[in-house]
């Protein structure tokens, strides 16, 4: 049956039924249109996120404990002094249990651990560097991630869907046309691409005329570089932000009209 690969940003399947072929998620028995619509754009990161692990250990689960909440104090004054975003300082609640390492094959106990999760975001890289200047990293109080974010990320992918499912109604007409047949009504629509038994694995779809049968080129990460190592105790960076690249697929079913 016929593969159709059209340019920019989609890719086309025309399907037309078999006898006896099994079909699954709610594939349309009669003949149909497959087509797959994208859309993308990359912003500027205006978010970035910190995330940070308090473990302490102590054979007294109190002094433990204590420790975990000095640090945590710590951490929650410089979320403040570096202006976090409001509502962003998050806490997570204390953990606590048994630590035990082996000795000679034999399970000894060390003491009690307590461990707790800090997390905030702030609206400016230079912010995070100054926060990350002023904590003392340690076995104690560890940065375990930064990451970044769009505010209006939900508004920009919502006008990504909408462009996404034109896409679809605008490349099922134009494949139809080259097929000399006509569209009939919307069988389905959906954000995750239907499983087939048309030689295409569901999520996948086949390369775009002109690769040359290769895949492409992996992504160059789009989240925060971050290249830290600790000196004497400290923790020392150095960040860039780059770009975020928001993308939508919707997957489109059109019967053909008879």
Do not use: C
Not at 247 to 256: C, D, H, K, P, R
């Amino acid at each position: 049956m016929p593969r159709i690969l059209p340019r920019f940003l989609f890719t086309v399947l025309l399907m037309l039924p078999l006898a006896g072929m099994a079909q699954v998620n709610s594939l349309p028995s009669q003949p149909h249109l497959l087509v797959k619509g994208q859309a993308s754009q990359e912003v500027v990161p205006d978010q970035f996120g910190i995330s940070i692990v308090l473990r302490s250990m102590d054979k007294a689960p109190s002094v433990a404990r204590e420790k975990a909440q000095a640090n945590a104090a710590q951490v929650l004054a410089a979320f403040k002094a570096q202006h976090a975003l409001s509502e962003s300082v998050q806490a997570s609640a204390l953990s606590i249990g048994p630590e035990y390492r082996y000795e000679n094959n034999a399970q000894v106990f060390v003491g009690t651990k307590v461990e707790r999760s800090l997390s905030a975001k702030f609206g400016s890289l230079e912010d995070v560097r100054h926060l990350l200047a002023s904590l003392k990293t340690s076995e104690e109080l560890q940065v375990s991630g930064i990451t970044t974010g769009f505010k209006d990320e939900a508004k920009v992918r919502a006008g990504l869907k909408r462009q996404a499912a034109e896409q679809t109604r605008e490349t099922a007409r134009r494949l139809a046309e080259s097929y000399g047949v006509r569209l009939g009504g919307l069988y389905t629509i959906s954000e995750v691409a239907p499983s087939f038994a048309y030689g295409v694995q569901a999520g996948t779809w086949p390369l775009e005329r002109g690769s040359g049968g290769l895949p492409s080129p992996p992504v160059p990460p789009t989240d925060l570089a971050v290249n830290a190592r600790a000196a004497d105790g400290f923790f020392s960076e150095s960040l860039e932000a780059g770009s975020l690249t928001l993308s939508e697929n919707v997957y489109a079913i059109f019967l053909i009209a008879q």
